[in-house]
Structure formats: structure tokens, C-alpha cells
């Protein structure tokens, strides 16, 4: 695999949470490259570095140490401006508490990342409710986040990570409170949308319920990539998945 087609390359990541009265080495020398066109799954036990790494790539958290690089560039040595700007328009990120503003209906929330790009508001609320209806809440466009149930949040959560085609879009559990059937559309979009041209999906899940959807399922421990799975080798095998 040459660089050029790396949406994300990670080499030797090794990040510490230093809380004053001791340290928690989250990251442990993490090496992972995600190729475009790739849906990498994230597996591992509670505590093992998920939450971390997934910040990392989406330039969230700077990591102490190892190379993180995105499409090619090095956030970490971007000037704080163009860093905002290069996340904005390349990635959308879906947070394990789904972190919608509280104040703004399901579309407005959902414009937010289209307005940082410049988008008109009218438009931006446009395409909004467009990718509402996609996730089954085009009834809903005008509910305030605190009417509506913790799956109709994720959802809103997952238009709001995707209205912007990002290049890039990185999933902290987005099928933790769906029903079978929405986490199956709700991976079928994501599938749809975020792999259609030279992107990339990055999802951390305990749901066995949507394995079937990774290209590559990357198990990690103790801050490290322990294994890696490839799901379409072994389609091509024929064989059961042993995850
Ligand atoms: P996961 O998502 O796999 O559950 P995390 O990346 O959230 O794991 O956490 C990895 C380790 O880092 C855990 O031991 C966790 O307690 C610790 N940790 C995570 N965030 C912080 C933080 N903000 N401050 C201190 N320790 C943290
Ligand atoms: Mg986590």
C-alpha cells in the first residue's frame, strides 16, 4: 500500500493521561494504517485506549509521542487555525455521549458542520433534514435534543457526522442505543456515504450485530493493536469469522 492511498497512518502512538496524582498510559505504541475505501472496526475491553485513539486520528487529542497522519498530512505540526479548518472539512466524528447542543433542534444540530464550512443556513438546514430523513427522523427535524429518546440522539449524532461528506468519519459506538433494524440502516448509510470515493470509516463497537460490515476489525489491549482480522480475506475464503 503506497501512502497515497492511507486515509490514516499511525506509527508508534503512545499517549499518558497524567491526573496529578498518577499516570495512565493510554496509548502504548499504537501502529495502524486504514486504507481509503476501507471500514475499520475497533474492538477491545473497556479502558484499553478506544476512546483515545479514535481522538487522536480525528486530531482531537495530540498524542505525546509517534507519527498520526491524516490523508497524507501531520496535524500535530499544523498552525491551530488550519487544523480547525482541515477537521471541519474532513472529518466527522460521532461521540460515544453524542454531544448534541442542547439549545438547537435535530437540524440545526445537524448544520452545524455545514455553517463552519461556509454553508448558507437555509441551505445547510436543507441538506439537514435531507440526511434526517436518511436516518428515519425526517419527522423529527424540529425536536430539541432533549425530546427525543437516546437512539433518535445517535442518529441525529451519525446525520450530523456525515452531512458534510467528510473524508473521514470516526464512530465512537454509534449503534450502542439502535434497535437491530436502525443500527442495520444506520450502517448502511454509513457504509453508503462514507466509502463512496476516496474515504474512509473508523468504528469502535462492542455490537457483534455489525461486525458483517468491516472491511478489518483491529482488536486492541492495553493500549495496543493486538490483532487484526481481515474480513474480506476471509470472505473471499469463505470461512467463518473468528471475532
Ligand atoms: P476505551 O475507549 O477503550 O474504554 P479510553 O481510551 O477511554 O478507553 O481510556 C484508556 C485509558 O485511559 C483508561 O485507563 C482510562 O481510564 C484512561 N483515560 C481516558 N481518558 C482519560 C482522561 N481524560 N484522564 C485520565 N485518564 C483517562
Ligand atoms: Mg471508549
Redesign the pocket.
Known amino acids: 500500500m503506497t501512502s497515497k492511498n492511507l486515509a490514516v497512518r499511525c506509527q508508534n502512538i503512545m499517549k499518558t ?1 497524567d ?1 496529578g496524582d498518577q499516570k ?1 498510559i ?1 496509548l502504548n505504541g499504537v501502529n495502524l494504517d486504514i486504507a481509503t475505501g476501507e471500514l475499520m472496526m475497533l474492538v ?10 479514535i481522538s487522536v486520528i480525528a486530531g482531537i487529542l495530540d498524542q505525546d509521542s509517534g507519527l498520526c497522519e491524516l490523508f497524507g498530512h501531520d496535524l500535530l505540526t499544523m498552525r491551530s487555525k488550519d487544523k480547525l479548518r482541515f477537521r471541519a472539512q474532513n472529518i466527522g466524528f460521532v461521540f460515544q455521549a453524542f454531544n448534541l447542543l442542547p439549545a438547537l433542534n435535530a437540524a440545526e444540530n445537524v448544520s452545524v458542520p455545514l455553517i463552519i464550512n461556509g454553508v448558507k443556513r437555509i441551505e445547510a438546514e436543507r441538506k439537514a433534514v435531507q440526511v434526517l430523513a436518511q436516518v428515519g427522523l425526517g419527522e423529527r427535524v424540529k425536536s430539541m435534543p432533549s425530546q427525543l429518546s437516546g437512539g433518535q440522539q445517535q442518529r441525529v449524532a451519525i446525520a450530523r457526522a456525515l452531512v458534510h461528506s467528510p473524508r473521514l468519519i470516526v464512530c465512537d459506538e454509534p449503534t450502542s442505543a439502535l434497535d437491530h433494524e436502525s443500527g442495520q440502516n444506520v450502517m448502511n448509510l454509513l457504509k453508503d456515504v462514507a466509502l463512496s470515493q476516496d474515504r474512509a470509516l473508523v468504528i ?1 463497537t462492542h455490537d457483534a450485530r455489525i461486525f458483517s460490515f468491516a472491511d478489518r476489525i483491529a482488536e ?1 489491549d492495553d493500549g495496543h493493536i493486538v490483532k487484526i482480522v481481515d474480513n474480506t480475506a476471509q470472505l473471499k475464503n469463505n470461512s467463518p469469522k473468528t471475532l
Do not use: F
Open positions: 493521561y491526573t495512565v493510554a477491545g475491553p473497556s479502558g484499553c485506549g478506544k476512546t483515545t485513539l469502535v486492541m
